[in-house]
């Protein structure tokens, strides 16, 4: 891998800040000198408005035979909430199998960092349920938790592999104490893969009692595995506790396929078109795209260099920020 291959990625800049964000991220890349070889797809909320489409079977077809997809964010405010959210972003994680969100953070200090594994595909994000007696004063809807033992085991033995890489440490974070049935599969099935790796030492925190451990306590973590919508808001506080959601990246990864990175962050309509936006996790995406495409080298200098500029990022515009990080390449 390297220097002689080139890289098909997918680009999706999507809404709102998702597009400036990305431009950067890719300007970046070059001039860390990977050369990659875009294909960009107009997808998200805007799309959506032009010409109903959401996305197509087509598309997902042709991004099966990328090497990676580089996404800026989903979302807008002229679209009722999930049209884009479920259809595009959800629907790409879940017909692709993305069944691995890596969240990692890098306290302040530079000093400590750690891993959320977020299972990527089931849970409450499945989207069982329904209403019955829809807009009547009897109205009911429910949303179910899917839990497969192969999705929750294959979240779990990730976890288990990535933590024999760094410390050696792995935190199983739900809500055993009221899921009793959830996390009863989510708790078996760690215990039983936790057998085969004696040397990782394993923990357990019910996630109320995670989010006080994120704030005040963050050193106790190295790998923490959960559930989707767990790590959805995990990963929100653990962005706000580690320099800010402007810093967090992603990869949603197919170990055995296509994967795709994006930031934390959503699609921030407020700030759209100011040229404002932190470019930075967009840009630490970027990182874990070339890790991930072999261009290990390169993924390290643009993570020093982001790290080196992330205090003195506040207050400049996207360009300047990213402009900050090139000059230290
Ligand atoms: C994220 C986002 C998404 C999620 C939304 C946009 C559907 O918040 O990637 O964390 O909830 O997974
Ligand atoms: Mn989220």
Redesign the pocket.
Known sequence: MGEHMTHRVGIVGGDGIGPEVIAQGLRVIEAAGVELDTVDYDLGGARYLADGTVLTDEILDEWRGLDAIYLGA??HPDVTPGVI?RGL??RMRFVLDLYINYRPFVAPDGGHDFVVIRENTEGT?AGEGGFLRKDTPHEVATQGSVNTRLGVERAIRYAFELATTRRNHLTLVHKTNVLTFAGDLWERTFNEVAAEYPQVETAYNHVDAACIYFVQDPQRYDVIVTDNLFG?IL?DLGGAVSGGIGLAP?ANLNPEGVSMFEP?H?SAPDIAGKGIANPLAAILSGAMMLDHLGETDAANRIRSAAESVAADSDGKTTVEVADLVIGKL
């Open positions: 989903v979302g959210e972003l959800l994000y959805d990963t992603t934390v959503g």
